[in-house]
């Protein structure tokens, strides 16, 4: 073909390309897509004005017909009752005129100009409903008011449509002020508490009238998220998000034109006062009830909707363990103490939770002397620092990570540290020195004896040899979460974040189950006739292999010399097989004991709280005696539940796979048959106690020491070979580490 010809055929194809774009522009012209615009525009406002015309204004929701929650305990024997609404209605008249702008402020600004309904933001929430991207945002004071007293809280379009008829309706017969006292009085505050004058009771302890400004400002804040922003339960962050929020609020109303800006500056935050139990929920009921809610929350049922009523909660509480656990803190801590003669014992918390390693139930749980005179849980509190119950958490992500020391020797077991006092960590970017428990230096020891012991300096090196990164990683793979103080530094090996008792009852159990993931989980099953499917959807909590079985496994076989030759000896037992660590927190604020057996594991924990709750204090002096530490009281409360739980004691041993390099100090024996007497039975609960087999002393150890060499033999590795020793060693169980100085920036 000649260029000519090449030309044509060129121009030929390009009057066929334009022609056919052409056609297609002719079909999509300005006119028509104005058009069809319209046109949807026109069909949408039909379609509108036919649903407005058909959707009625309700009568008030079922609220005023509710029924009581019924929770039960694993063997579906009935727990409690609870339900009754707690909202006494008060009229605008009673409000004080800037504690009502306080919710404008918060919620709607232009709520005395608007037409009842905000279109974008309306929009905004029916498209999060369809992606599935969970509640609204935008809805106005009237929209909320609606959901509230006439509808429900389902996040369905149906209901959203509705919600926007209805609110175009009520707005249209009836005044902002009534609208507002409606909101007011029928929003839910959190603590039970419906109407602000239940709120004001619960968080203030004075009737709404006697609200201040800054007060309204907290409760107006706290409507966003009731759970969340309640101060007495909140971690760091969200004392954070709720302080901000209520600094949104009071800014707002200065822009409103009302509240001036001199007395603005003037207000401090107004902390609310301890919550109370609500009547039915005396002794640990009311902790199980708070925890059960807690977990529902986190499956997406809210507070509200609970306490609406109508619900039947199981718990996979076991009744017996729950009892035998109440005796146990009974008899082994309560019976000891002097509470209206000694300061320090007034002072005393004690929470506990005990876990099902091969199911992840939690089967007994202590938040409390009585939930209706201390409403905080110390089960699942998570503001005191667990200590070195975390040094097995260092020591896994050592083991999982195949770590090194700074030498290059792989860390084992095995392993020796320099285990001196105030010794500074080497290749730490933060300078860090720590104090072993009453400044002893241990010299060369082995990571086994320095467990046992719980040596501060080693534990420091090794997170440093690791990685604090790693060790965090580690952690929250275990189920730990950064409830503050998680930072990633040396000093983490001592266990300075917050923690509870669930959560580690959770990470040993993890260990226990050979590496895989335990969440604790206090719910069996929920239920609602009136709830779309009936039943909650609750997650399995026994997840994915986290850490390796091997790994889980060592540490497990290290921790079962810390309760046979170390500071855990008070929780031996010829009984059953344990394996555990002791904690003692800086200044000595908080004492645990954290164990397991192949059946169960139990974190016990003793924190000092000030009488009116506002800061931790010292729990030194405890029953008129020294320093209280985790060996002590706690190993004690988990040795005596652990016994009854196990029905007097239990032939299972650990399924250990290690590595067979390993070796540990001293060699492990296996424990005789079971000796011990059961605890009473629930039914003979006046009976004395059972009398626990003395643990063995260092004088009288269970089983021969190994011959001691007068200087432990290593390897060219730097690793010992089995059963070393140090001459500067401590005797069980004073190893601990409490009175440890004080950290910069902890």
Known sequence: MGRAEARQDRKRSARRAKKKAGGIRRFFTFKKLLGTFFGLCLLAMGAFAALYMY???????????????????GNGKIMARTGKINREIVGLDRIPKEVQSTFVAAENKGFYKDSGVDFRGTARGLINTISGKGKQGGSTITQQYVKNYYLDQDQTITRKLK????????????????????????????????????????YYGVDAERLSVQQGAYLAALLQAPSQYDWSTAGPV?????????????????????????????????????????????????????AAKA??????????????????????????????????????????????????????????????????????????????????????????????????????????????????????????????????????????????ENNQSYGRISVQKAMDSS???????????????????????????????????????????????????????????????????????????DREGGKVDLPDPIGSQVISRSTADSVTKVLTGVVRNGTAHEANSSAYRAAGKTGTSELNKSA?????????????????????????????????????????????????????????????DFDLEIDPDDTYSPAPTAPPAPTRTPSPTPSTPSSPPPTRTPSPTPSTPSSPPPTKPSTPPTSPSGTLSPDPTTSSSPPPGEGDEGDEPRLPGV
Do not use: C
Not at 260 to 269: H, N, P
Not at 359 to 371: I, P, R
Not at 514 to 520: D, N
């Open 238 to 290: 969200s004392k954070k998000l709720v302080q901000e929020r209520w600094n949104y609020v009071l800014d707002n109303m200065v822009e409103m034109g009302e509240l001036d800006q001199g007395k603005r500056s003037g207000l401090t935050f107004p902390k609310p006062q301890q919550p109370k139990g609500a009547p039915g929920q005396e002794g640990q009921k009311g902790y199980m009830i708070q």
């Open 592 to 652: 645990w004991f954290v164990g397991y057996t192949p059946e169960l594991s139990t974190a016990v924990a003793l924190f000092g709280e000030s009488a009116d709750g506002g800061k931790q204090v010292t729990l030194t002096g405890t029953a008129n005696s020294g320093r209280a530490n985790g060996g002590g009281f706690p190993a004690k409360i988990w040795a005596d539940y652990t016994l009854g739980a196990l029905n007097g004691g239990s032939n299972a």
């Open 455 to 529: 040596v501060n300096s080693v534990f420091a090196q090794m997170i440093a040899d690791v990685g604090p990164g790693e060790v965090k990683d580690t952690a929250m793979e275990m189920g730990m979460e950064d409830k503050g103080g998680f930072d990633e530094r040396p000093a983490m090996s001592l266990g300075v974040m917050g923690a509870s008792t669930m959560d580690m009852a959770g990470v040993y159990a993890t260990l226990d189950n050979h590496g895989k993931r335990v969440l604790p989980s206090i719910v069996k099953s929920a239920e609602h006739k």
């Open 163 to 202: 919600e926007l008829v209805i609110s175009i309706k009520v707005d249209r017969k009836r005044g902002k002020d009534e609208i507002l006292a409606g909101y007011i009085n029928t929003s839910y505050y959190g603590r039970g508490a419906y109407g602000i004058q239940a709120a004001a009771q619960a």
């Open 295 to 436: 977990e529902l929350r986190k499956q997406g049922v809210s507070e509200a909707e609970i306490d609406a009523g109508g619900w039947n909660i199981t718990l996979n509480i076991d009744e017996k363990r729950q009892k035998k656990l109440e005796q146990a803190v009974k008899q082994q801590l309560d019976s000891k103490l002097d509470r209206k003669k000694n300061k320090v014992d007034a002072t005393l918390q004690a929470g506990a939770t005990s876990v099902d390693p091969k199911t992840g139930a939690v089967v007994a749980l202590y938040g409390g002397q009585d939930a209706t005179k201390h409403w905080i849980s110390n089960a699942t509190r998570s503001d005191y620092q667990p200590a070195s119950t975390f040094k097995p958490v260092v020591f896994a992500s050592a083991l999982e990570n195949d770590a090194k020391t700074q030498d290059g020797v792989p860390i084992t077991p095995n392993t020796i540290y320099d285990g001196t006092s105030k010794r500074p960590v080497k290749g730490s970017a933060t300078a860090f020195a720590p104090q072993n």
């Open 55 to 73: 959707v009625p204004v309700p009568a008030a929701n079922a609220q005023a017909e509710m029924q009581s929650n019924v929770y039960k305990y």
